[in-house]
């Protein structure tokens, strides 16, 4: 269903069928260093990236990075919208991408396309996303469901992601561009998770819900 939905368009968009979504390092203590984005719009960002997920049933991976320490367990967010996603345990390396586990589980998810976000950035989402490239991937990185330590931090990643390969994307793009289309069974899903990042959007489909009921008389 995904697969017959999301692509009947250009080669340049996503093909849903071929996606796993890698949430990395999205923790408590890790959450309390962020300054490139609000708190509440990064969480909001994150569950609706799990949600999209869970929606299209797409493969996602999720790992911490010492979730013992100070940097925490993983968010809320994380394990009440993603609940079926394949967590793998790290043996302290910074880069998810340098343990065999993780990579291993990557490839047997059979997907050629990863979306990846996570905090840091500039650190947990840059790292493996460049060894991805160069492991032969196409990786997609969702800056606004992602958190850096400062703008100047998140501008510089930036520039080297798209120095390297990492092509650089938005939460309502990234939606955008798995749903592909309105005539779906489940569109009523979608405009959930859209009301869930865009307060704004919510506000549109309130209204247009007490006008209908309104011209319903």
Known sequence: ????????????????A????????????????VQDIEISELRANVASLAKVAALMNLPVITTASVPDGPN???????????PNARYVSRKGEISAWDNEDFVKAVHETGKKTLVIAGIW?????????LDAVAAGF????????????????????????????????????????LQRTW???DAAKYAEIYALFSPHYAAVIES?????????G
């Open 1 to 16: 269903m995904a697969h017959l939905l999301s692509t009947g368009g250009g080669k340049a968009l996503l093909d849903a």
């Open 18 to 33: 071929d996606v796993a979504v890698l949430l990395l390092d999205h923790q408590s203590g890790l959450l309390q260093t």
């Open 72 to 82: 925490g367990p993983l968010i809320s967010e994380v394990e009440q919208f993603a």
């Open 121 to 129: 950035t500039s650190v947990c989402v840059m790292l493996p996303a």
């Open 138 to 177: 196409k990786v997609y990185a969702v800056i606004d469901a992602s958190g850096d330590p400062s703008a100047l931090t998140s501008r510089t990643t930036l520039a080297r992601f798209v120095q390297g390969g990492v092509v650089p994307t938005t939460i309502n793009a990234m939606v955008c561009e």
């Open 183 to 185: 005539a779906r069974p």
């Open 208 to 216: 247009y819900q007490r006008a209908q009921q309104a011209a319903r």
